[in-house]
């Protein structure tokens, strides 16, 4: 398949640093991803209609709040409502260790926290979107 992989990345809640976020996005976008980015104060239900509205392969949450397991769960809980399973959800931010196998367990792929280096997030979609990719060809 021979398109570009396409990324929302979004700010839950009422955190209004979105710098990491803003990074992040540009380094996905550098890398040759389509990305769309919603913003400061998104709803979950903003996010979920905005990811399907775009066709989006990926959402990636920006969680310093400590809001993360209700985003996480209120975005996965809804893309499952709509049927949109298929999209990965993964995250990013101040995000405690002993946290990441519940998010694990919610559905969410991955999770970057500080220190993790911007070729992280572009290396790990390149691979998970090409393999959902590779799973979804007609033999």
Do not use: C
Request: glycine letters at 8%.
């Amino acid at each position: 398949m021979n398109r570009k992989i396409r990324v929302l990345i979004a700010k839950p809640g009422m955190d209004g640093h979105d710098r990491g976020a803003k990074i992040v996005a540009r380094a996905l976008r550098d890398a040759g991803m389509e990305v769309v980015y919603t913003g400061l104060r998104q709803t979950p239900e903003m996010i979920v209609a905005t990811a399907l509205q775009e066709d989006v392969d990926a959402i990636g949450l920006s969680v310093l709040s400590g809001a993360h397991m209700h985003f996480f769960r209120e975005v996965h809980q809804l893309l499952a409502e709509k049927q949109a399973t298929d999209i990965l959800l993964f995250g990013g931010g101040i995000i405690p260790d002993q946290d990441l196998p519940a998010l694990a367990e919610l559905g969410v792929s991955r999770v970057f926290t500080p220190g993790s280096s911007l070729d992280e997030p572009v290396v790990w979609l390149n691979e998970a979107v090409q393999a959902r990719w590779a799973a979804q060809e007609p033999l």
